[in-house]
Structure formats: C-alpha cells, structure tokens
T-cell receptor, first 111, second 113 residues
Framework: GDSVTQMEGPVTLSEEAFLTINCTYTATGYPSLFWYVQYPGEGLQLLLKATKADDKGSNKGFEATYRKETTSFHLEKGSVQVSDSAVYFCALRYNTDKLIFGTGTRLQVFP | EAGVTQFPSHSVIEKGQTVTLRCDPISGHDNLYWYRRVMGKEIKFLLHFVKESKQDESGMPNNRFLAERTGGTYSTLKVQPAELEDSGVYFC???????????FGQGTRLTVV
C-alpha cells in the first residue's frame, strides 16, 4: 500500500544552519504531497504542499520539490531559527482521500 | 473564527475504563476526520465523516472504538473498554469540502495505565 518514510530524528542544529529533512514515498498513483508542522503545545499546521511532479511548495523559508523520479519530497530551509523547533510530518493524499503520514521528525534548533 | 477544538487536552485513565473524546470542527465544515499517533509512530487515519454520515471508517482499529457525529456538528470518539495500546495522541481535523485543506486541532493525549 501507499506509505511515507521520513528520516529519524531528532535533528539538532545550530541557528542559521541549513536544514534538510528527507521524505520518500511509495504510491500507486499520483498523490499530492504535504509537509505539516506541529509546534510545541499546538496542533498540526499545513506548512507547504505540491500537487504534481516538479512542483515546488514553499512557505516561511521552507521549500520542498515533488520529485517523481526519486519518489521524494525533501524539506529544506537555508537558515533555521530557534522558532523552527517543532515536529515535521511528511504526508501524501489522493484527491478525495485521507492523509497518509510519515512518523514525524523532531527538529531542535539551538542558539 | 475559532479553529478546530478538542476536549480534553489530556486524559489519563485506567485499563478497562471508558473515555470519550470530543471534537468541535470549524463552523460550516462538513468533513470531519479522526487520526491517531501512537508511541511516536506515524499519524494514522481512523475515520471520516461527511456531515453526520461515516464516509470511511477503514482505519478504526476494532469495535472498542465508536465515533459519532450527531447532527453533523461536533463529533465524539469513545473508547470502551480502553486498553494500554490505545495510548497516544488523537487528532481531529475538518475541511469545508473533501479536497480542500484539512485544519487540525491540538489533539487529545490519551494515556491508559
């Protein structure tokens, strides 16, 4: 079945470091891909999304490109801040179906 | 406008007891979803309501779980009797139409001891 695999955390970085959180997926069709973020004490928030191959989603300095050839949707940010510390979830979804999530990756950014 | 609200935020119960979780979706959102994250693993789909009807309940783990959405407004998820493996964070989400963005609540952390 369809699934999402994320890199294990926690990812620990110093402020202003470059961030990559890897996400790969297995899908029988052509889903939309998402990154959700959960800040401490808050609910899940949609961070960015891409609906088709080669689309790039971006928001708050984060980017991810839908790579069909490598079945990947890696999350990147050029310079992280302490306020980016959170748990990040990669997910896929077909048009009218449920979200399928990865296990989440905790990011800790230190000043 | 209020977001998706879940009650309680935390619940600690003993094995064998009953717990009821509540979700108030965003007003006007016909679609309501329940998800669960167990033991730091992936967030898994439980079920989907469209108004008061269960559209998809393929993710419900067993018959100890009962979800309702009377009147198509708020929803409850009852676990009876609770088992240790039911511990986790239960998320509720709602969306206006089935293909639009789903907005999530803060989650209910359930601990069964």
């Amino acid at each position: 079945g369809d699934s999402v695999t994320q890199m294990e955390g926690p990812v620990t970085l110093s402020e202003e470091a470059f961030l990559t959180i890897n996400c790969t997926y297995t899908a029988t069709g052509y889903p939309s891909l998402f990154w959700y973020v959960q800040y401490p004490g808050e609910g899940l928030q949609l961070l960015l999304k891409a609906t088709k191959a080669d689309d790039k989603g971006s928001n708050k300095g984060f980017e991810a490109t839908y790579r069909k050839e490598t079945t990947s949707f890696h999350l990147e940010k050029g310079s992280v801040q302490v306020s980016d510390s959170a748990v990040y979830f990669c997910a896929l979804r077909y048009n009218t179906d449920k979200l399928i999530f990865g296990t989440g990756t905790r990011l800790q950014v230190f000043p | 406008e209020a977001g998706v609200t879940q009650f309680p935020s935390h619940s600690v119960i003993e094995k064998g007891q009953t717990v009821t979780l509540r979700c108030d979706p965003i007003s006007g959102h016909d679609n309501l979803y329940w998800y669960r994250r167990v033991m730091g693993k992936e967030i898994k789909f439980l079920l989907h309501f469209v108004k008061e009807s269960k559209q998809d309940e393929s993710g419900m783990p067993n018959n100890r779980f009962l979800a309702e959405r009377t009147g198509g407004t708020y929803s409850t998820l009852k676990v009876q009797p609770a088992e240790l493996e039911d511990s986790g964070v239960y998320f509720c989400a709602s969306s206006q139409v089935i293909s639009s963005e789903a907005f999530f609540g803060q989650g209910t952390r359930l601990t069964v001891v």
